[in-house]
């Protein structure tokens, strides 16, 4: 087994990663807002734990141990001319030198140990090693779908986001904006066209992403040293997911 997966999630300190009340919260405030009945839910919910607990699904979660690491890093390899080559194409780097992914890591101020985000790029196929023994960026985007299981820090913070975005944030005590969401779906397309939709989508859906990447990069605050300098600033971004379900 990988050595991420043998991560401990304990090493996170507080309030650097949702805890499970931050999903919690929103849902259920929302839920109880609606009309259904404190008993009603806590009896579904422990039905749910009970079915949850019974599940046969042989995909693994698995705590990799990293809270967050930006997808500014693939979309810096993509653009930056300090990390492409002659023709304009990423180029292969080594972990640590001039043009290096440390200085990738640096310009991206991603502060993770360059060894453990190049040994979780490689775990993603993000990135993969090549004959030079430097390393080749081989994905357009930092992708967490991994087959063989599911990576739960990344995927409970979209969950988390999800669920405040489509909750106007109920039962968040701060003061903070509302975030929008957006849906686009219909209940009449067969079945044969998912995968032609989903490869739609997700190709689209990319090139939007690079635009996000540059206004946020645009915008970034490139000193943040201090609490004082720390203290206004937020984690902004765009989260995207396909849509596959029965007719209903």
């Known amino acids: 087994m990988h050595h991420l ?5 304990g090493s996170h300190e507080k309030g650097q990663f949702p805890i499970t009340q931050d999903l919690l919260l929103p849902i259920l405030t929302f839920l109880r807002k609606s009309g259904i009945s404190q008993s009603r839910l806590l009896t ?6 009970r079915q949850a607990g019974a599940s046969k699904s042989q995909l693994k979660v698995v705590r990799i141990g990293f809270g967050y ?4 890093i693939v979309n810096r390899w993509l653009r930056d001319p300090s990390f492409l080559n002659h023709a304009g194409q990423p180029a292969d780097l080594s972990v640590r030198g001039v043009r290096s992914i440390s200085s990738l890591l640096t310009a991206c101020q991603v502060t993770l140990a360059p060894s453990k985000v190049v040994a979780l790029l490689v775990e993603f196929g993000t990135i993969r090693r090549v004959h030079s023994g430097k390393y080749r960026l081989v994905r357009r985007c930092l992708n967490f779908m991994i087959p063989e299981y599911l990576p739960f820090e990344p995927n409970f ?3 988390v986001d999800a669920a405040l975005a ?14 929008f969401w957006q849906c686009a779906d219909s209940t009449n397309i067969h079945r044969r066209h998912i995968p032609e939709f989903l490869r739609f ?7 939007f992403m690079h635009e996000v ?6 915008h970034e605050v490139r000193d943040t ?4 300098a720390r203290k206004d600033l937020r984690r902004l971004g765009v989260g995207l997911f396909g849509i596959c379900s029965d007719a209903r």
């Not at 997966?5 to 999630?9: E, I, M, T």
């Not at 040293?225 to 004082?228: D, N, P």
């Open 5 to 9: 997966r043998q991560n401990k999630f």
């Open 44 to 49: 579904e919910c422990r039905s749910a734990i």
């Open 69 to 72: 690491v930006s997808s500014s």
């Open 157 to 159: 913070r979209f969950l």
């Open 166 to 179: 489509s909750t106007r944030r109920l039962g968040v005590p701060h003061n903070l904006p509302k975030l």
């Open 201 to 207: 989508a997700q190709e689209r859906s990319l090139s």
């Open 213 to 218: 990447n540059d206004w946020l990069e645009e």
């Open 225 to 228: 040293g201090g609490l004082r």
